[in-house]
């Protein structure tokens, strides 16, 4: 067996080969393996955290990370910044006709790797396979289980005027790793994804304060459309300084060859967070501590904005307005 | 707005136009309403199931459902077979380019009508778009938390010689319904999908005993590859009785018409459960004061053997060999 068939999708023999070959040989836990309909976890001494993602990522493998690793940290990240630690996942597989098990392999073996390495665990899953021309190799769906440690309003709802918006890194490494990596563009360059897990840094920051305002991973629309979405109807407004923005160069070169502004670009391991600007500095130099936070800035903040607007202040001492981004600039980005 | 775009998958403004114009309006709840990157549900008191399904069945829309109906269905029962009462449900749709948003709608709709009828509630969501031809116009992932109300071991190790094997009704409606409308087909018949939420059905066999060894909605695969699983490595085998067996005259038709054994034919309403013998008649009777299974029978009991086979015993007297499932007899069925 060296292709996916049809036949792994039926629910019978070559399903459970699949199952054991493949899921079962890097999967193993004792909960997965109870192997009934449901994974059964312990009690959770706390409230519950529960989100879910598919990934649709072309292609498959990129500088960086491969869809099996975006899966596990995607989700794990949703779960960081709604202030609980990840526990469980699911997982659901939905296979292209024709698709190699060997690439299968290697992405279901960085998936395991992941979540390790991210300290949660695939307790249930699910493969379907579709006709060939019905997918593209391979789609994949989470779900994660977390408890909630640390309570806040994740509605962004308590965000005033003068509070800081911080975020962990160089925005867009991500967006333009999968842009150059296409193959109807092929660019070479040095940038990989920034694909990682943050929870460790979300405990680093929820260490310092608990009066976090708002958090939340920037993927797709970038942190543009984040921050149009929590100003709206609120009467707050936000300015951005371009200059306190931090970008690698060759994503920087990349944008202006193409017109793609990084502040609308998806990222799978930058988050931004929003406190009052009495905690900023401290919340910043804690990030800073942490290896997934080291190009951590302060890169503006919020105002009382009748018109709710995104300002950015560029770097030529103009300003900007950004809106929620309109047209999908890279399709199938995670 | 009448089909979806690759837009309305970039996180941006179209993205945040259908979520609010398709997916808030039929899924409104307090918790699905904080829009944060995971849903937060109350403390559950009590060990918890996680589960998770993709369907990627076809056509969308058939006979006794729908695509969403049956997204909530599967979900819910294999919560439910797993002792859990089904509370909370995750959604990802992967959506084709050129979907027509009428039909996502009708879809979405249904998913909700259903979830209210079985009391679960859509916590949190995703939805990506992928191009043209590289999808089948829609799929759903859902995944399900429960909280466990009736430990039983649902691995099926308990299993002895003498239990009896019980199912709630006709085998086969599900599958066939689906072969009969694919287009290739189109039989015109009077069957339809089983497919159906039985929570409460499970209840009803929980409250008359907690020792049930083995429980399962019987979905891909059939009846068959269920009970070749759980006597794998047991020394056990299984005498089924094709008399007893409930088949609906049409679906017997359709099945000898096409080569096709029922009890390898998928559902989305029925179960299996097995327990002692001595148990089985108050089981049987709860069983068929429910709608759910006013057609339950008990089909066949547990044996000692060492051939580890499942046996029918066949209207003409003879006795057959059922193994598992070896081909995908009828693709996309769920």
Redesign the interface.
Known sequence: MDII???H????????DLIKKIFYKYFHNEILL???????????????????????IKPLFFQGGDIGKLSICGTV???A??G?RPL?I?????IEEGMKISELERIVESMAKTAESCNVKI?????????R????KL?I?T????I?ENSFD??GRSINEGDKIIVNGTLGDHGITILCEREELNFKTQIESDCNALYPLVQDILSVTKKVKFM??I????LA?ILN?IIKERKLGVVLKENSIPVNDEVNVVCEMLGFNPL?I?NEGKLVVVVSKEEAHDVLRIMRSNPLGKNAAIIGEVIQDNAEKVYLNTKIHGTRIL???????I??IC
């Open positions: 068939t049809l036949s999708g039926s629910g019978g023999k070559s399903t459970h109870q192997q009934g309909d449901s994974g059964i976890v312990d009690k959770l001494n706390g409230k519950i955290a529960i989100t879910t993602d598919s990934y649709v990240n949703d779960l910044v709604s609980a469980y699911s997982v659901g597989f939905i307790v249930t899953g699910d493969s379907k396979v579709v006709e021309g019905k997918g593209d789609y769906n779900a994660g289980v977390g909630v994740i509605s939340r991973d993927t797709r629309g970038g459309t979405e609308f998806a809106g929620m981004l309109e047209d999908d600039l399709p199938r």
